[in-house]
């Protein structure tokens, strides 16, 4: 929205500012960071108020998560409501990558809101039925994926890109689509999936985050394009505006959401967050490199896959308990333990990720 006030700018005033998206970008993390901190306690005494009990805790979980009974959840409401105001603020509206990264966000996070809702009017852990999760997941994904993919180049319609071997481009055809849905709706329900421990989903969703705003920036610049060898997409260098909104937001519901959490994300900034970063890999042609950045993702879906099918097919189980997180939780290993190991992990990941830029 700011934006348009470089039309005041005669080219050498402050106005001309806003032209740059590395101004708007570094802007839109301090709007979404204030958001976050004038935002958050109000929001917190909102939800305890009409939670009562907060979030229901699972029987079977581990035992030290008794301890958390009554935090509230539905905190994504903050980090989805502070990246939205500074994007909504800070980015170029006429930007179609932008409206498919915040349609996939806003979508998946109304799913999540609903599914939040229902566990905790029922207080039980059972809210919106799977099925009809993945049904609204995939109607979104859908949508998002033919945008996206009206907007690409025409050279890149369909194709996907793989990382080192740059000069590669595999020609899916109609198949594209419903691969790019399975990213936008897997990456949603992995980040998903991770959400279980007092911040070891937000910092991996921001670093990965990050990773692919860079990426983003890269390819929308033909310069930056031409050096590392990487396919050009224009108007993606926008996504970083959005990005960075995001990581304003997820510190601010960091402060919060620290051992112990006073408000959990819940599936409302879970499956939003996990979505958007499936939607910016789509549309920055970068699908396989968020598998190489959102890898602890990947490994906690995985964990769980192979849990579920194992167990079906020989009554035993391949971990304690599954995501694999709470696998080391009945190892004995401390909470705080995890998370920070966690996070070292996705900050590897995200270096592995960012050299696929250069490596060929």
Known sequence: MLYW?????????????????????????????????VFGQPLINVLRKRQGKG???????????????????????????????????WARLDNAFVWIVLFVTM????????????????????????KVRLGLGFLIALIASVWASYYHPAELTN???????KNTLVNLGYLFIPFAMIVIVGSANAVNLTDGLDGLAIMPVMIAAGT???????????????????????????ILIFVMGLIGGGLGFLWYNA??????????????????????????????????????????????IIQVLYFKRTGKRVFLMAPIHHHYEKKGWAEPQIVIRFWIISLILAMIGLA?????
């Open 212 to 238: 692919l705003g860079v990426i983003a920036y890269a390819v929308g610049r033909v310069d930056f394009t031409e050096y590392l060898e990487v396919h050009y997409v224009p108007g993606t260098g926008e």
């Open 55 to 89: 979030q229901p805790i699972r029987d079977d979980g581990p035992e030290g998560h008794f301890s958390k009974a009554g935090t509230p959840t539905m905190g994504g409401l903050l980090i989805v409501g502070a990246l939205l105001f500074s994007t909504l603020l």
């Open 107 to 130: 979508g998946f996070g109304l799913i999540g809101f609903a599914d939040d809702y229902a566990k905790v009017s029922k207080q039980n852990t059972n809210g919106v039925p799977g």
């Open 259 to 304: 051992p112990p959490a006073a408000v959990f994300m819940g599936d409302t900034g879970s499956l939003a967050l996990g979505g958007a970063l499936g939607a910016i890999a789509v549309s920055t042609k970068h699908e396989i490199v968020l598998a190489i950045v959102g890898g602890l993702f990947v490994v906690e879906a995985l964990s769980v």
């Open 5 to 37: 006030l470089t039309l005041l700018s005669d080219g050498g005033d402050f106005f001309n500012l806003f032209r740059y998206i590395t101004f708007r970008a570094g802007m839109a993390f301090a709007t979404a960071l204030i958001f976050g901190f």
């Open 356 to 360: 696929t830029l250069k490596v060929r």
């Open 159 to 165: 194709q996907l890109a793989l990382p080192v071997f």
